[in-house]
């Protein structure tokens, strides 16, 4: 007589995780660190301005002083661009019972919302794309981070890989210029090659064997112009490494992200979300970068 199994059964209940599992990175570092700022159209300005240099200076007693010949500020502009993320669900399809998620217009509206964030970041600084100011066939596009950063504080990186010298050099440039950077933004590869430079000749390290761990990172670099948190970026060009200092970048948000229901036209809804901004460099010379890595 044969055995009756499982293989034989009908009527088995299902066994489904609740639980469903992204390993996609949601960390948007440079859109994270600065600051939103409100503008009112879609092309923004804003001005920067520079001290004279400093000079000599004395004066004979009694005497008429010279007039200094005065220069204008500089008047800069940005455009807000659009970006989008749109979905449709059937009614049935949020009326069935799920495993992992109570509604599933809930569940793609929460992945919806966090991949227009790493969107924004990419437009930041995933690309090198300068502004375009669009019509009514193209779409409008914001600088990207490289685009906002003073030629004279570009290091360029030869197609070489990141050097200690590289950032020196960078961080001169924005130090000279009268900028602080706080932040070196890289990505990940070129954070080992930053944890490596504790082993350059004359460098010390102490390891503490009690707990038996190595600890084979470089989280701050301290160097004669400043002091700089060293941060991953998955989402950035991996031909630059930026020396930011966040307080002078904007997020400028014409409008934030919402979600908006469109008119019903079947058995289904459909979902547009959308955030409109650009980014603002307060100053060019603030930040520093470096490009044509490899």
Known sequence: MATYTTYDQVGKAEDV??????????????????????????????QQDTLAAAADNKAVEGADPSMATLTATTMKTGNTQILTKAFQVSATADAIKTYGRAKETAYQLGKALKELKRDIEFAYVGQSNAGVTGNSS??????????LIASGNTVAGGSAALTEAMILDAHQAAYTAGGDPTLLMVKPADSEIIAGMTGASGRNRTFNDQNQTLTNAVNIMVNPYGTLK????????????????????????????SRTLLSKTGDSDKHFCVYEGGLMHLNDSASAQINALT
């Open 230 to 257: 060293v941060v991953l970026n998955r989402i950035q060009m991996t031909t630059h490494a930026f020396l930011l200092d966040p307080t002078m970048w904007r997020s400028a948000v014409l409008r934030p992200t």
């Open 17 to 46: 995780q609740e639980l469903i599992t992204i390993i996609s990175p949601l960390d948007c570092p440079m859109y994270t660190a600065i600051r939103p700022q409100k503008v009112h159209a879609r092309v923004y300005e804003y």
């Open 138 to 147: 193209t779409a409008r596009e914001m600088d990207s981070a490289d685009q």
